[in-house]
């Protein structure tokens, strides 16, 4: 489903934002509260207060229960042979992933302004969890058909099947704009996965390492990826 843009409706933003997500989530029941509970003290008490409707956001310090960290931290380890498979849910579910740090921009951007507003943030892109896998798994040199399996037992209840964001306000009002790809962010979550898959490898004693070797100031997600390639 394609969300609207805060302010596109007579109220700056209704349910109708998360619709569709209001009875598949418990975590969108929880947004549309917060949201409407942050306008009401906006509107009735004068307080600076905004939302951001911010689509996922990741990065290397997303947490492993999340389905892009749980793609990228398999990729490295089955790269350096630590499991041999990846069990996902819906693999033809589509999301809109940005960077979390292009997200912070734009909160940051929403406390610069004169008066509070509500604002959706999105890249404005979809893709499918399949072509995150693909992305992902290609970064090492890897087929993902070779390790991903889709398991009926990891489906949700009630899946949202499309998500993408519309952030025109955004882009206008903030002038803001994603300055990452999916592929850049991928590429930085395989390479920190690998650094950390590295280490898990050393204790077990599956690769042999450098004890000494200390990382670069200027280290840089392909660095990481070329010593494994």
Not at 39 to 60: A, D, Q, T, V
Not at 106 to 123: I, K, N, R, S, W
Request: hydrophobic share 40%.
């Amino acid at each position: 489903m394609v969300k609207e843009d805060a302010g596109a409706t007579e109220h700056p933003v209704t349910l109708t934002v998360i619709a569709g997500e209001i009875k598949s989530s418990h975590l969108a029941n929880s947004i549309g509260a917060g949201f409407d509970l942050t306008r009401n003290y906006r509107e009735s008490y004068g307080m600076f207060c905004c939302s951001g409707i911010l689509f996922n956001h990741e990065s290397p310090r997303r947490g492993l229960e999340f389905v892009t960290r749980k793609i990228t931290s398999a990729v490295a380890r089955i790269k350096l042979g630590l499991t041999d498979h990846l069990s996902l849910g819906n693999l033809k579910a589509y999301r809109d992933w940005g960077h979390a740090a292009d997200y912070v921009r734009a909160m940051h951007g929403m406390l610069q302004l004169d008066e509070p507003d509500d604002y959706v943030v999105a890249t404005g892109e979809t893709h499918t969890v399949e072509k995150f896998c693909e992305l992902a798994f290609k970064k090492v040199g890897l087929d993902y058909r070779d390790y991903v399996q889709s398991d009926p037992q990891l489906y949700r209840p009630a899946e949202v099947n499309l998500l993408i964001g519309k952030a025109a306000k955004a882009r206008s009002k903030l002038d803001w704009k994603p300055l990452k790809t999916l592929e850049n962010l991928i590429e930085e979550m395989v390479a920190s996965d690998l650094a950390l898959a590295k280490r898990e490898a050393l204790v077990k004693g599956s690769i042999e390492t450098d004890l000494d070797h200390t990382p670069s100031t200027a280290w840089h997600p392909q660095s990481e990826l070329a010593q494994v390639l």
